[in-house]
């Protein structure tokens, strides 16, 4: 094992919404003691903790953390190297069907990358994972997610994207075929709140990914989530591949947008082959909490009022929510007609593969409509309050035009709203209880 300090920038990464901020703390200490008495008392008491520290840190290296990392995560240790590591990790990436693949899945805590990885899984693909179990939502989630892959042999390496020396090694480790880049800061209107979050992940993660990738020899074909929000402030609908996505409405949407262009540098200079999915309001079991469809479950079943938004004029708001089953077939699909990288060891060999592909449910639904759905199923009458659509970075209506991803690869969705809440509202039940109990 060997300690890296210098491999991840400083930018703070996605902290969870329950960060303490420290900077106010060293600030009202700073100035405070003047006296030469008191200063020499201090620095006692600093030497003092300086000891205490190195006779109580572990000898053990944590490969994948810096000084910024650790602080962020409170001292966690944590660590990977190793001869039983990369035996972990070789065997969750063992290919088991003829022509397989062996996936690198980013995210695979999160939401989609935990059905993704265990499709991948079950058809034959080897997969290994890679998830930095950050707290932007109740983290015990993202541990029920990886508990349920562990079950299935896939092995979840804990380590953020933006760690170079953790990916090269996972490269030397497996020459992945393929990555399936699902890591992100997610949510539109989180972007106001913690916008470096943003930067850090989907921009300095995805270019981190993709220079790993453009050295790794062979290249992987890289597919990667996008997102409906990028075609932001149009209003031509159904939004198609061909538009223009030149008004994004959130810093999340202008950080996907960003990363269709870097793709594209990395395409053109590289010859990765990159597939870059946008996706339309994913929904299902084991959600995202921070998602409107899940926490109006919680809310409706604690009786407590949710707010549905309006736009100008009472204009509906609505969604192409789209069934995280439909979606899986969709990324499954994306990965099986990714054409090869032309590079290798960091040069173009010839021109790669670079696409863009919409995943939605060519069906929008009014979210006022999709209350009245939950409210059937919950058999509990939602408290409603209809606001105007807050100026936060939400779009008025998305609606996917899905003829390209059905012509490439035969996408098409086949679960409706109705039915896909169902399977949501019987899983939420299931994991939380119809009790009130959960807070996440
Ligand atoms: O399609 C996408 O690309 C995006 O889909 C979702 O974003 P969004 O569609 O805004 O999903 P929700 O946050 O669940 O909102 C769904 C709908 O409910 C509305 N809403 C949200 C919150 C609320 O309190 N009330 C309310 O009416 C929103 O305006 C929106 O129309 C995801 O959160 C993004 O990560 C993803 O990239």
């Not at 300086?50 to 994948?64: A, G, L, R, Y």
């Not at 409405?249 to 200079?269: D, P, Q, R």
């Not at 004029?313 to 995280?324: E, L, M, P, Q, S």
């Not at 408290?383 to 998305?398: I, Y």
Request: hydrophobic share 35%; charged share 20%; with cysteine.
């Amino acid at each position: 094992m060997k300690l890296s300090s210098s491999h991840m920038d400083n930018i703070p990464s996605t902290p969870g919404k329950f960060k303490m901020e420290k900077s106010s703390y060293i600030h009202r200490f700073r100035w405070h003691y003047s006296s030469l008495a008191k200063l020499t008392f201090w620095s006692f008491v600093f030497m003092g903790l300086i000891v205490v520290f190195f006779f109580k840190s572990p000898p053990t290296s944590t490969p994948n953390s810096t000084s910024s990392d650790l602080s962020r995560r409170s001292l966690k240790t944590q660590s990977w190297g190793g001869p039983g590591w990369e035996k972990r990790v070789k065997s969750s990436a063992k290919i088991r069907s003829q022509n397989g693949f062996s996936v690198l899945v980013t995210g695979a805590a999160g939401f989609v990358g935990t059905h993704v990885s265990a499709a991948l899984k079950r058809r034959g693909d080897g997969v290994v994972g890679l998830d930095n179990f950050n707290h932007y939502y109740d983290p015990s989630l993202k541990r029920a997610r990886q508990d349920l892959l562990e079950r299935s042999g896939i092995y979840i390496v804990e380590g953020d994207i933006n760690d170079a020396v953790l990916l090269k090694k996972l490269f030397e480790v497996v020459p992945f075929t393929h990555v399936m880049h699902l890591a992100a800061q997610a949510g539109v209107r989180y972007a106001m709140e913690n916008p470096k979050s943003y930067v850090h992940s989907n921009i300095a993660g995805l270019v981190n990914i993709l220079e790993v990738c453009k050295n790794a020899n062979p290249q992987p074909a890289i597919v990667w989530a996008s997102s409906s929000s990028v075609y932001g402030l149009n209003t031509k609908i159904p939004f198609s591949e061909k538009d223009r996505t030149d008004q994004p409405a959130s810093l999340y949407a202008a950080t996907k947008k960003a990363g269709e262009e870097i793709a594209h540098t990395y395409n053109h200079i590289y010859g990765l082959s990159l597939t870059g999915l946008r996706f339309f309001t994913v929904y299902g079991p084991w959600g995202r909490p921070d998602m409107a469809y899940f926490f109006f479950t919680r809310d409706i079943l604690k009786g407590k009022s949710i707010q549905i938004f309006e736009g100008a004029n009472h204009g509906t708001v609505a969604r192409d929510f789209t069934y995280i089953d439909d979606i899986v077939k969709g990324c499954l699909g994306a990965l099986d007609t990714a054409e090869k990288s032309t590079g290798s060891g960091g040069k173009k060999k010839g021109n790669a593969q670079l696409r863009v592909f919409n995943l939605g449910n060519t069906s929008p639904v009014p979210v006022s409509d999709l209350v009245s759905i939950l409210e059937r199923l919950l058999k509990v009458k939602a408290k409603r309050s209809v606001v105007k659509l807050p100026r936060n970075g939400d779009v008025q209506f998305t609606h996917a035009n899905i003829s390209f991803a059905q012509r490439e690869f035969g996408y098409k969705p086949t679960t409706d709203l109705q039915t896909g809440l169902k399977k949501f509202v019987r899983w939420y039940l299931s994991y939380y209880g119809s009790e009130k109990k959960s807070d996440h």
